[in-house]
């Protein structure tokens, strides 16, 4: 037989004699040639398979760090030039218990060479670290997925904790096998880690805490991830600890090598990169590109931006990152609690700042009063509303988007709020900017409505020059403004714009344009206090109609209707767009037609929304909440939006979704429908193969 380059065999040599805990592996951008190696009572080859998309997920106890090998690994796909969709879901808890089905922690990331919508339904490859992480996923795999266990937890306490009255992998092969039917790995990574970081001299207990370092090498080798990223990351975050840092280096390249020299990993994949329109890519969370967008609004708008928020989850990160920013004018205010956040963002609006103001469900509630006052003082503001699952504290780390109708009507009095939402991590960049652009242009507070999935998931993301970001025009009141008929001019502050009926702002300490404000009702024109009711009912109008001007400015909405036959559309909000995209891309391929719609503007709607629904026989709405824009549709446009409504705290499945639009489009078209391997009926999960 051949043997392997002689630099190639050494590599495999060392690994094998001593779990390559100091042998540099460079790096794996692509796979190597298939080669066989020789030794005593060894003949092996290493094949190569290409894949045009995977699903892995990384699942352990909270304390397995998966978290972080999860973001390697997308890091490592992103520089690799895949498309790629993650999917982090980890307990609420700090510290949940240890071993237990509610304290696993997982990651999911789908990572194709074609152009992807979702995290993906079903993982192809499951890493569990222990009983719980095996238990809690093993409903969600395809007949035929991978699984790689490390058997270092199967001890009968852990076993216990997970429910179970006997160990799984004692069982395999045989006829009460519950592993039946997957291509079971168990592999003692904890073990092997061990001993790999032994000359590092940590206490058994540090030693193996690296063993999410060696499964992330492990699999990097058997997906050709390109390796230099995640040790110079590494590199990085243990500089000032030398041990931990060559422990955590040597596991990592142990399970490369581990990968490249066992008998139990025969097959390494190829997935190539995407093909993506020319430009700067980089890998971005939802609530990351929301504080660059709010940043680029303020760089936009020409105007200090000014941050007033109390910490929650999930929305606590665009704090973080937006107190780093100061270069770029950014102010930010950690506040004793959600009421004073708020009020010290308005507070900066009347000074003339772009102010935000960031929180989840139950902060908003805390928030409403202020929003009103907002409303009434009509100055800008952005609210940023990052959704978890409720109500009252809910499911703190878990998706949900049943807070639309907080959003429009949770105030005291006819108050109205324009609602924006972005559809995927990378557009909460473009949904801020929008957001901020309303706000400034019509003076009011506006709602943006991102949810945990944006916020924590993420996509490569294409970085926009800033010339191609809309100007906004903070326009200040500079001058007098109302003729007092005796050739002098005061200032009245309710002076409105005849196009977008907003009110000047006027910055406090411009000579001559002093005004009162507050709470209570104003009169129109000159903003003194007024209890006439008739004045009441023409500023509540007037209010209401300022939002709905919005409207004339938004663009015509695009229907991806391919065909132009189809007589169902689906139509969503948020981060419904990746699951609804998916699924009709399901049934498209099975041979019907279905148009698909999303909505980033929900107060107002968009102008032409009437006669494109009215434009379709089935209009189905699929939303993580009971139904809250249905209800709106159905209010605002006497449509019979029929609902898809799942509140399971996880983003929509695509193939289940797609069953869903069969049965209307059965219904729509007087035909049987059968969406064959594109629905329910795979062995294993095809939901985003490329449209051919």
């Excluded at 298939?34 to 290409?50: D, I």
């Excluded at 995209?581 to 279905?594: F, I, L, P, Q, S």
Aim: charged share 20%; proline share 7%.
């Amino acid at each position: 037989m051949d043997r392997c380059p002689p630099k190639v065999e050494r590599v495999l040599d060392l690994a094998v004699e001593s779990a390559a805990s100091a042998v540099g592996i460079g790096t794996a951008r692509a796979p190597r040639p298939s080669c066989e190696r020789v030794g005593p009572n060894v003949s092996q080859t290493k094949q190569v398979k290409q894949l045009d998309r995977v699903i892995i997920r990384f699942a352990g106890d909270s304390g397995d760090g998966m978290q972080l090998t999860g973001d390697r690994f997308t890091q490592e796909s992103a520089v690799f030039g895949n498309d790629l969709v993650t999917l982090p879901n980890f307990p609420a808890e700090i510290r949940a218990p240890q071993g237990t089905i509610p304290g696993v922690s997982s990651f999911q990331i789908h990572f194709a060479d074609h152009d992807i919508l979702t995290a993906g339904d079903r993982p192809d490859v499951l890493v569990a670290m222990n009983p719980a992480a095996l238990k809690a996923n093993l409903g969600d795999l395809p007949k035929g997925a991978t699984i790689i266990v490390d058997t270092h937890d199967f001890t009968k306490r852990n076993l216990d904790k997970a429910g179970y009255s006997s160990n799984p992998l004692d069982k395999l092969g045989e006829v009460d096998d519950i592993l039946a039917g997957f291509q079971v790995q168990p592999v003692d990574l904890t073990g092997i880690t061990v001993e790999a970081v032994k000359e590092f001299g940590l206490s058994r207990k540090d030693a193996a805490r690296a063993k999410n370092m060696f499964a992330l090498g492990l699999l990097s080798w058997m997906y050709g991830r390109p390796t230099e990223p995640t040790i110079a990351f590494l590199e990085k975050k243990f500089a000032k600890v030398a041990d931990i840092l060559g422990a955590n280096i040597a596991a990592f390249k142990a399970g490369w090598n581990y990968g490249e020299t066992t008998e139990t990993f025969v097959v390494q994949y190829e997935i190539k990169p995407a093909k993506m329109h020319a430009g700067t890519y980089r890998n971005i969370t939802g609530n990351l590109a929301l504080s660059y967008g709010l940043v680029a609004a303020g760089v936009r708008s020409k105007l200090p931006v000014f941050l007033g928020s109390y910490p929650i989850t999930p929305a606590s990160d665009i704090l973080h990152e937006l107190s780093k920013h100061k270069a770029f004018g950014v102010t930010t205010l950690q506040a004793e609690d959600e009421i004073a956040g708020i009020g010290a963002a308005i507070g900066a609006s009347f000074a003339g700042q772009l102010a935000i103001t960031t929180t989840s469900g139950p902060g908003i509630a805390l928030k409403s009063e202020a929003i009103g006052l907002a409303v009434m003082t009509e100055l800008p503001l952005v609210v940023v509303n990052v959704q978890r699952g409720g109500p009252s504290t809910g499911l703190p780390t878990k998706t949900e988007q049943a807070d639309l109708l907080q959003a429009m009507y949770g105030r005291n009095g006819e108050a109205p709020v324009p609602i924006v939402a972005p559809q995927s991590p990378g557009d909460c960049f473009a949904a801020a900017v929008e957001a901020a652009r309303i706000a400034v242009t019509y003076r009011t507070p506006v709602f943006l409505l991102s949810d945990g999935y944006l916020a924590n998931g993420s996509e490569p993301w294409a970085i926009p020059s800033v010339d191609e970001l809309p100007v906004i025009e903070a326009d200040f009141a500079t001058e007098a403004n109302h003729d007092k008929g005796d050739g002098t001019k005061d200032f009245w502050p309710y002076l409105r714009d005849p196009e977008t009926l907003a009110r000047p702002w006027a910055v406090p300490g411009t000579a001559g344009l002093e005004h009162r404000i507050g709470g209570l009702e104003k009169g129109e024109g000159h903003g003194n206090i007024s209890y006439d009711p008739a004045n009441h009912d023409k500023m509540v109008r007037i209010r209401q109609e300022k939002v709905q001007r919005i409207a004339d400015s938004l663009p015509p909405l695009e229907v991806d209707d391919p065909s132009g036959e189809a007589k169902v559309l689906v139509i969503g909000w948020g981060s419904t767009y990746g699951p609804i995209g998916a699924a009709c891309r399901r049934v498209r391929r099975a041979g019907y037609d279905v148009a698909q719609v999303h909505l980033r503007h929900l107060n107002p709607f968009p102008k032409d929304l009437g006669e494109i629904l009215k434009g379709y026989d089935k209009v189905l709405v699929p939303e993580m909440n009971l139904g809250q824009l249905s209800k709106m549709l159905r209010a605002e446009y006497l449509v019979d939006a029929q609902g898809y409504n799942h509140v399971y705290g996880l983003p929509l499945k695509a193939a289940e979704l797609a069953e869903a639009i069969g049965v209307l489009v059965g219904e729509a078209e007087g035909r049987e429908v059968d969406l064959g391997e594109h629905g329910l009926n795979l062995p294993a999960d095809h939901e985003e193969a490329p449209l051919r």
